[in-house]
């Protein structure tokens, strides 16, 4: 059977998406805690006006998840020396350390055709992680 590489699109991204729910589910993570982590491991550094933007979520929501994350010690504040009522957000070691992906992880969510075929196509990649 001949599958057009939009059908494989759309594929990897649905199963890819059901493979960030089952991972936040078992880390006890909402999606957009999980989301604020992404952005943060991608880009190191982001103020709350980035991450709302970046994230197309309310501030009122950026606002709770940076709370909630730093008490949990996963992310810290930083002041911007030139100004002072500007914050930077970004993960903290334990932050970057929860985020770190493991085999353990990748086994019990991602299935060969996702590994395969998503991670090879788009990346480049050989994703065979066993």
Not at 12 to 25: D, F, I, K, V
Not at 59 to 71: A, E, R, T, V, W
């Amino acid at each position: 059977m001949n599958i057009s590489i939009t059908e494989k699109l759309n594929i990897s991204l649905s199963r890819g998406s059901q493979y960030y729910s089952e991972w936040n589910q078992k880390n006890g993570l909402t999606d957009y805690l999980s989301l604020i982590m992404y952005e943060l491991l991608i880009r190191k550094r982001l103020t709350q006006k980035e991450l709302a933007e970046l994230g197309d979520l309310p501030k009122q929501s950026i606002n709770k998840g940076i709370k909630i994350l730093k008490d949990q010690d996963y992310l810290e504040l930083i002041v911007d020396s030139h100004d002072k009522r500007v914050k930077f957000c970004q993960l903290t070691a334990a932050g970057h350390k929860f985020t770190q992906f493991s085999d353990r992880d990748c086994n019990g969510c991602l299935d060969d055709y996702f590994r395969s075929s998503f991670c090879s196509y788009w990346f480049g990649l050989d994703c065979n992680f066993r």
